[in-house]
């Protein structure tokens, strides 16, 4: 008799790590990039890369995709669309969301793979989830009376510039100054049925994305951490970009496996004083 109970329990043991080890993998395979993620040259020079980008009006930014969040099950799902960083604007400084953090990175010269006629961009919010053409999710769908307007990519980054351009003027005419639309996948649903969720990316992330802004921030890392190990392997790098009062960015990094320890209190010290600052300079 104690035999088959303690079979039982190996069982039921197996069982639980089995489910535990699936729902941890369910992200990376419903997205498809478990294993791809990694930065593979050298982090320093990625962050040089990174400030240039965000730097020089001349390139098209840094694209970046904040991730959403299941409340309940703490796990991180993949959003259809991101922004492009950049310099060029007020309104280019700034990310969707104020409390979540956690998103996707790309190298700056990958930008160019994302330029297909299933691409375009916005230069506000295009509410992408709502425009639908026969009753299916398009991102990039033109709807009579609705703005903004979305400008198609067609095999060329002209769209990026274009939409860039206009969300600069929309800031200085004081209009909907607020962050750009980038559309990643046109036809990606990401409302309706999160366990059949796929992604087509042109290009993989070179790494996970961590926004302090200077507004709404609590140090609530733990519950952060939580997200990402649930997500990604320990040696996943992090890019954290710190933003000051005038969303200016500071670009550090670290990992999924260092992320609660690089919150030293001598680091937060360092972060407040980041976030105080004023500076316009990059």
């Known amino acids: 008799m104690g035999f088959y ?20 993998e369910t992200f990376l395979l419903q997205s498809d990039v478990q294993n791809k993620i990694k930065y593979d040259g050298n982090i320093d020079d ?6 240039n980008a965000f ?13 959403n969040t299941d409340s309940q099950s703490k796990t991180l799902y ?12 007020d309104g280019s400084r700034k990310f969707y969301g104020s409390n979540e953090r956690i998103g ?25 989830v709502g425009r639908m053409v026969n009753n299916k999710i398009d991102r990039c769908a033109k709807i009579e009376g609705q703005t903004p307007i979305p400008k198609m990519c067609n095999n060329t980054n002209s769209c990026i510039q274009d939409a860039l351009s206009q969300q600069k003027q929309n800031c200085s005419n004081n209009i909907n100054c607020n962050y750009n639309e980038f559309v990643i996948d046109r036809y990606l649903d990401t409302t309706y049925d999160k366990t059949k969720e796929t992604v087509k990316y042109s290009s993989y992330p070179s790494a996970l994305v961590y926004i302090i802004p200077n507004e709404y921030f609590v140090y609530n890392y733990e519950d952060d951490f939580t997200k990402m190990s649930n997500s990604f392997t320990d040696d996943t790098t992090i890019i954290i970009i710190i933003l000051n009062g005038k969303n200016y960015p500071t670009f550090e990094y670290t990992t999924v496996g260092d ?16 976030l105080s600052k004023v500076s316009t300079i990059c």
Request: some cysteine; overall charge positive.
């Open 104 to 128: 996707l990175i790309w190298h700056p010269d990958n930008i160019n793979h994302f330029t297909s006629p299933d691409n375009c961009m916005y230069p506000s919010d295009g509410a992408t």
């Open 78 to 89: 993949i959003d259809g669309s991101g922004s492009i960083f950049s310099n060029f604007s």
């Open 55 to 67: 730097c020089s009006n001349a390139t098209n930014g840094i694209l970046i995709s904040i991730l």
């Open 259 to 274: 992320f609660k320890n690089y919150f030293s209190n001598s680091k937060k010290t360092e972060i407040n004083k980041i």
């Open 46 to 51: 990625f962050i040089v890369i990174l400030k």
């Open 5 to 24: 109970i303690i079979l039982i329990l190996i069982f039921i043991i197996t069982f639980i790590i089995l489910f535990e080890y699936k729902c941890k």
